[in-house]
């Protein structure tokens, strides 16, 4: 059957939204939230970007990963097997980049290179680890690196996402899931990603929730949080290897994966042109313009791949996008 085509933006034409076979595509509320199935009819996403998951681990057998998951790193030296007893790691990385229309499981986001980057020793972690693990994930090809993980401190670490970008990678980090505001500052090169629920309230902000989304000055964007589905082929509670999961964890890798999207479309686009697209195309929620439950807004995917795809023009109008582009700059120094 041939696939029915909508008047593309620039070089790229879209299909119509695709509805994927996966049997937990039902389920998987964020999936329309975020309008990936829009964004899929443009790209499912290209083992060519390579996303890293700074976290525990990653198994890479995991039915719904497998054939993505690279060799992976440590920042305590030679990596061994993924520890079986914290899948953290995992749950994170199938959130963000399950198989898409393969008949199992949930979905991810696209379907990326994953690379596992371990800076846990258990379920422990600390700044020094975690700013180690992406400067590794950098000095590896990573293009879009995620960290579900928390920290005392930031500085450190956002002096490795500022080396990540450098080198042409955008970092994203979990708000955290105190289900309160905390004073921290703003960060220029760390992407603080907080939670949403179904209704794109703040994930807790519901009375009698006893936990939900840390918000505050710090937060650049927002994500669904709230009963996302991950794959846990491990868990023997779980006899069909998924389950639901709540947490800002899953939301940064939601947000991370549009952004992989966005460089599945147009390899080409900086770490400055994907941040900005992503800040521009975001669903406003709260105060108009950013605010500190959900900063720029909710990621939408539909829009991110739409924008990517206008970046991809007929060489008469490279001009326009590249003064379009250059506007849009200005809007991450903007807060209020």
Not at 9 to 33: C, E, K, M, R, V
Not at 100 to 124: E, K, M, R, Y
Not at 273 to 292: F, R
Request: hydrophobic share 45%; aromatic share 8%.
């Amino acid at each position: 059957m041939a696939l029915a085509l909508s008047a593309g933006i620039g070089g790229l034409a879209a299909a119509s939204p695709l509805i994927p076979d996966d049997p937990y595509f039902a389920i998987s509320w964020h999936a329309a939230t975020m309008e990936l199935p829009q964004a899929w009819s443009y790209s499912r996403g290209s083992v060519g970007v390579v996303v890293a998951v700074v976290d525990t681990g990653v198994i890479p057998t995991e039915p719904d990963l497998q054939g993505r998951v690279l060799p992976p790193l440590s920042v305590f030296g030679p990596a061994g097997p993924a520890d079986e007893d914290y899948r953290h790691g995992t749950w994170v990385a199938s959130a963000l980049s399950m198989g898409i229309n393969n008949g199992i499981g949930g979905v991810g986001v696209g379907q990326f290179s994953i690379l596992p980057v371990q800076a846990t020793i258990g379920d422990v972690t600390k700044p020094e680890w975690i700013a180690d693990g992406i400067r590794l994930a950098a000095d590896h090809g990573a293009r879009v690196i995620n960290v579900s993980l928390h920290a005392l401190t930031y500085g450190r670490i956002d002096e490795a996402a500022q080396y990540a970008r450098s080198k042409g990678a955008l970092t994203f980090i979990a708000a955290g899931n105190d289900n309160m505001e905390i004073s921290m500052p703003a960060y220029d090169n760390l992407i603080f990603v907080s939670g949403t629920d179904r209704h794109d309230h703040r994930w807790g902000a519901d009375p009698g929730s006893t936990s939900g989304s840390t918000y505050g000055p710090f937060v650049d964007l927002s994500a669904p949080a709230q009963s996302i589905v991950v794959a846990d082929s491990i868990d023997p509670n779980l006899p069909h290897h998924y389950g639901l999961i709540s947490g800002t964890s899953f939301a940064a890798p939601l947000a991370a994966g549009a952004a992989a999207l966005a460089w599945s479309i147009n390899p080409n686009l900086t770490a400055d042109q994907v941040e900005s697209m992503l800040y521009n195309t975001a669903l406003d929620l709260g105060k108009p313009g950013w605010d500190k439950e959900f900063g720029w807004g909710r990621v939408n995917a539909g829009a991110i791949a739409i924008a990517a795809a206008a970046t991809v023009p007929e060489p008469a109008a490279l001009p326009i996008f590249a003064s379009l582009t250059l506007c849009l700059l200005v809007r991450r120094r903007c807060r209020s």
